[in-house]
């Protein structure tokens, strides 16, 4: 999970998940051999911290509203949990839960555009968040023509380092400022 926040790859997960299901769940399954806690009371601060996990699951939470987080102590509790969920409702449909997944068996012309359209920006949100110093928390400045940022990424590659600062702090602008500057030999 750590490393699933520090990469973006969590944030960009459940933005799938809300994009095709109703609900979303976020499972945080602990190791039965450790702490039932996010991080040892002896390293707790009464100091937030944004490179916290408290904090980002907190950013996790607001930026996901709608979000459901389950807590499990081990993998058989997972697996209780999922049996508790699960016996009132009957058993899924493969054919249903793949139709869902690819946004449907049969896409009309104003579909298929559409969609077309949502891969086309999810494509360009993914190789946004490639880019160095971006990250799944900063990358919606860098879009937002209204708040100085880009309107493409032509446009966030002429960007000077202080316009770029002003909207990702310093330490990401410059991994972005020097990506775009170096010279392609």
């Known amino acids: ?11 960009t997960q459940i933005e799938q998940m809300f994009k095709y299901y109703k609900y979303a769940t976020l ?16 390293r707790m601060s009464y100091e937030i911290s944004l490179k916290s996990i408290d904090a980002k699951l907190t950013l996790l939470a607001l930026a996901f509203p709608n979000l459901k987080i389950l807590w499990s102590r081990s993998p058989h509790a997972t697996s209780d949990i999922f049996k508790s969920l ?16 690819s946004g449907g068996l049969t896409i009309s012309s104003d579909d298929a555009e559409a969609s077309s359209l949502a ?6 949100r993914n190789i946004l968040l ?4 971006v990250t799944a928390a900063n990358y919606r400045s860098l879009i937002n023509p209204s ?22 702090g310093a330490a990401n602008a ?11 030999t």
Request: charged share 25%; hydrophobic share 35%.
């Open 119 to 124: 891969r086309a920006r999810d494509d360009a």
């Open 27 to 42: 499972l945080i399954e602990f190791d039965p051999n450790k702490a039932f806690s996010l991080q040892d009371f002896n």
């Open 174 to 184: 410059k991994k972005l400022h020097i990506f775009f500057s170096q010279q392609q």
């Open 86 to 101: 699960k016996s009132s409702h009957p058993e899924p449909d493969l054919d249903k839960a793949i139709a869902c997944g």
């Open 1 to 11: 999970m750590f490393s699933s926040f520090a990469s973006g790859r969590l944030y």
């Open 130 to 133: 490639s880019l160095p110093g």
């Open 147 to 168: 708040n100085g940022g880009a309107r493409d990424l032509c446009e966030l590659s002429q960007m000077t380092a202080d316009q770029l600062t002003k909207l990702i």
